[in-house]
């Protein structure tokens, strides 16, 4: 019997549809060796990781939501779908984390708090992060796996023998 575990699936809204290809096939490839896609529901990265980890079984594919109703478009009913309330030391961590942590309005810090949610009780977290300075919400998910001890797999950096060795270790569940 496998042992259930937890990838966090993060990045850009923007990505090059060869990254995209690639988090796609890493989402199924998760599902297929046992373990969970953990993702925030962003268009772009946080979709393709999903919509792969939906192609094999959508009950392993665990969606943080920073409101009701987030891009509720790319939901599939067997989805588990996380809202908030959020635990309150998840809301500390954001603004612990965040550049501008003290200032987030609602709407910000609900969608950082998120990433927080997303990373926590995951194994690995895989992220393919925009340019953009600070990083986003990837970067956030970036700091936040950073600050708990969770490995962290920057993708924008990976050449093809990376993704195999990736691979290997997702298929003997992380060990």
Same mark, same amino acid.
């Given at each position: 019997?496998?042992?259930?575990?937890?990838?966090?699936?993060?990045?850009?809204?923007?990505?090059?549809?060869?990254? @995209?290809?690639?988090?796609?096939?890493?989402?199924?490839?998760?599902?297929?060796?046992?373990?969970?896609?953990? @993702?925030?529901?962003?268009?772009?990265?946080?979709?393709?990781? &999903?919509?792969?980890?939906?192609?094999?079984?959508?009950?392993?594919?665990?969606?943080?939501?920073?409101?009701?109703?987030?891009?509720?478009?790319?939901?599939?009913?067997?989805?588990?779908?996380?809202?908030?309330?959020?635990?309150?030391?998840?809301?500390?961590?954001?603004? +612990?984390?965040?550049?501008?942590?003290?200032?987030? +309005?609602?709407?910000?810090?609900?969608?950082?708090?998120?990433?927080?949610?997303?990373?926590?009780?995951?194994?690995?977290?895989?992220? &393919?992060?925009?340019?953009?300075?600070?990083?986003?919400?990837?970067?956030?998910?970036?700091?936040?796996?950073?600050?708990?001890?969770?490995?962290?797999?920057?993708?924008?950096?990976?050449?093809?023998?990376?993704?195999?060795?990736?691979?290997?270790?997702?298929?003997?569940?992380?060990?």
């Amino acid at each position: 019997m496998t042992t259930e575990f937890g990838v966090s699936c993060i990045g850009t809204r923007n990505p090059t549809r060869e990254m @995209s290809e690639h988090c796609f096939k890493l989402g199924a490839w998760i599902v297929i060796c046992g373990g969970i896609v953990s @993702s925030g529901n962003a268009e772009g990265i946080d979709f393709a990781f &999903a919509a792969g980890g939906n192609s094999i079984d959508p009950t392993k594919v665990h969606l943080h939501l920073p409101w009701k109703g987030f891009n509720d478009f790319q939901i599939r009913r067997e989805n588990r779908i996380i809202l908030p309330p959020y635990p309150q030391w998840m809301v500390d961590l954001t603004v +612990k984390l965040h550049p501008r942590g003290p200032y987030l +309005k609602r709407g910000p810090l609900a969608l950082h708090t998120r990433n927080v949610a997303i990373v926590h009780r995951t194994l690995l977290c895989v992220a &393919a992060p925009s340019n953009k300075v600070g990083g986003g919400g990837t970067g956030q998910g970036m700091r936040t796996s950073t600050d708990m001890g969770i490995e962290l797999i920057n993708l924008n950096h990976y050449e093809q023998a990376d993704w195999r060795a990736l691979a290997e270790r997702i298929r003997t569940g992380l060990r």
